[in-house]
């Protein structure tokens, strides 16, 4: 249907959606790491906004229940959950360890999932989250054992994780030099089509909001009896 709209409805902001990006992986020169950023830079050129979690660099002790009711949340265990939190959704890419995710995913996860106040309920930095799952590997499966559990984990978790996800096999040879870009078309096209997934789900609910004053403002406004060509009507102030 095609709508006019009066001057004097008042257009809502909608914003770009947020995206965190992080990597099980904190090995230098990690193909999971350069998986990760090239995703950051397609979402970005959509025009999502993203920010790379260097996971190793909150230094967090393996989890302890002891540790936690002994001496609290650590103090960048609550910037990450900060972190995640101020997303809408998240890039997340991990190494096959033994057909599972990397030890730093998991316990980023496990950290991630703890010191929430009663009020705000058990996985509140998981909650109105989505996410993609991809991974990386030299060998032929590109990491693909790792894509389940990771999607699981998450699942479990409270994200909603996206249909689509990415397995780069091959991956010491799979990326520019120059750019970090896939350059292998059918790769980059797979890569894209997840990224794209991610995006317009995270936009959507990025703006939900703004969305239901914007229905509310023209479900507040008359509406013209006169229609003119099918499928147009004319929707003037009050």
């Known amino acids: 249907h095609k709508y006019h709209f009066s001057s004097t409805a008042m257009a809502p902001n909608f914003r770009a959606p947020v995206l965190a990006i992080f990597s099980g992986?904190?090995?230098?020169?990690?193909?999971?790491?350069?998986?990760?950023?090239?995703?950051?830079r397609i979402v970005e050129d959509m025009g999502a906004t993203t920010k790379f979690l260097d996971l190793d660099s909150y230094s967090l002790p393996?989890?302890?229940?002891?540790?936690?009711e002994q001496k609290g949340m650590p103090?960048?265990?609550i910037r990450l959950?900060?972190?995640?939190?101020n997303a809408d959704g998240w890039i997340v890419s991990s190494p096959?360890?033994?057909?599972?995710?990397?030890?730093?995913?998991?316990?980023?996860?496990?950290?991630?999932?703890?010191?929430?106040?009663?009020e705000a309920g058990m996985y509140a930095t998981f909650k109105q989250k989505s996410a993609i799952v991809i991974s990386a590997s030299p060998g032929a499966m590109g990491g693909m054992r790792s894509l389940i559990p990771n999607r699981q984990l998450l699942q479990n978790l409270g994200v909603n994780v996206l249909p689509k996800?990415?397995?780069?096999g091959g991956a010491f040879q799979a990326f520019d030099e120059n750019t970090g870009d896939l350059v292998d078309p059918k790769q980059h096209a797979m890569l894209e089509g997840a990224v794209q997934e991610l995006f317009l789900t995270t936009r959507d609910t990025a703006?939900?909001?703004?969305?239901c004053k914007l229905v509310?403002?023209?479900?507040?406004?008359?509406?013209?009896?006169?229609?003119?060509?099918?499928?147009c009507v004319s929707v003037a102030g009050k």
Not at 97 to 118: H, V
Not at 165 to 168: C, F, K, L, Q, T
Not at 216 to 231: A, P, R
């Open 96 to 118: 096959e360890y033994n057909g599972f995710i990397t030890p730093l995913l998991l316990n980023t996860l496990t950290w991630a999932s703890r010191g929430d106040p009663k």
């Open 75 to 77: 103090e960048q265990a």
């Open 207 to 211: 703006n939900r909001d703004a969305t």
């Open 25 to 40: 992986s904190s090995r230098a020169g990690s193909v999971n790491t350069k998986l990760a950023k090239a995703a950051g």
């Open 81 to 85: 959950k900060d972190d995640m939190s």
């Open 216 to 231: 509310k403002q023209l479900q507040e406004q008359t509406v013209d009896e006169t229609v003119g060509e099918y499928g």
């Open 165 to 168: 996800s990415v397995a780069i």
């Open 62 to 68: 393996i989890y302890n229940s002891d540790l936690e």
